[in-house]
């Protein structure tokens, strides 16, 4: 056995020693280069970062456990319940056949609209997000029919604003300031610009938000 292949052998026993006195603690996803000298080394390091293929943003917020605000995300569509059923977790947008209707990273995006210039804890900002992302939904009938699966989701992008992303953040914005200014009345507001529309309205309007 060559020099190389030797050092080789002793970190991999010396990797397989530190995964058996961890286990069932951590989990490690182990790669062993050959040391090939520095051109090869370097060779290697632009070619992974050249070539890697990177998550797309949903998928990197579904994993992503260190990052607040990706926490924050995972938790109000696992607590809304509109949205975890119309959310893809996995598509940074959403396909046209797709039965769902908003892409994670749409939902964080308009959530960090929301927050933004909040400054209080993950544990803070949480319920506030939750409140406001379901009292938006309950005024929204043509998503609940979505969810029901009364009306395909598909349909909803194809003839409303409402079903795409950018309206999800503009909402997102409108909250923001009415958690500022009008933070004693605004579910009443929101209700009451529910209730102004009106499910009928908006399947009559071309283009109407709800």
């Known amino acids: 056995m060559d020099g190389q292949h030797k050092r ?3 970190a991999m026993a010396r990797s397989q020693e530190y995964i058996k006195k961890r286990k ?8 062993l280069f050959v040391d090939a000298g520095l051109e090869r080394a370097q060779q290697r390091f632009a ?3 050249r070539f890697a293929v990177r998550p797309n943003n949903s998928l990197g917020l579904l994993y992503d456990h260190r990052d607040e605000l990706a926490n924050l995300t995972r938790a109000v569509v696992r607590d809304v319940v509109l949205f975890h059923k ?3 977790g996995e598509k940074t947008s959403v396909a046209g056949g797709s039965n769902k ?6 939902i964080h995006a308009a959530t960090k609209t929301l927050l933004a210039g909040f400054s209080g804890s993950f544990e803070t900002a949480r319920p ?3 409140e406001f992302w ?9 998503w609940n029919e979505g969810g029901l699966g009364k009306v395909r989701a598909a349909e909803l992008r194809e003839k409303y604003v409402h079903g795409h992303a950018v309206a999800l953040e503009a909402l997102g914005r409108a909250g923001n300031a009415l ?8 579910k009443s507001l929101l209700a009451a610009s529910g209730r102004s529309t009106g499910p009928a309205r908006a399947r009559a309007g071309r283009g109407a938000l709800w």
């Open 24 to 31: 069932g603690t951590l989990g490690l996803c182990l790669t």
């Open 101 to 106: 209707l908003f892409a994670l990273a749409s």
């Open 8 to 10: 080789a052998a002793i």
């Open 134 to 142: 379901t009292e938006v939904t309950r005024v929204m009938p043509l």
């Open 128 to 130: 506030i997000a939750v």
């Open 179 to 186: 958690l500022r200014e009008r933070r004693e009345d605004w």
């Open 86 to 88: 119309l959310a893809d």
């Open 47 to 49: 070619n992974l970062n």
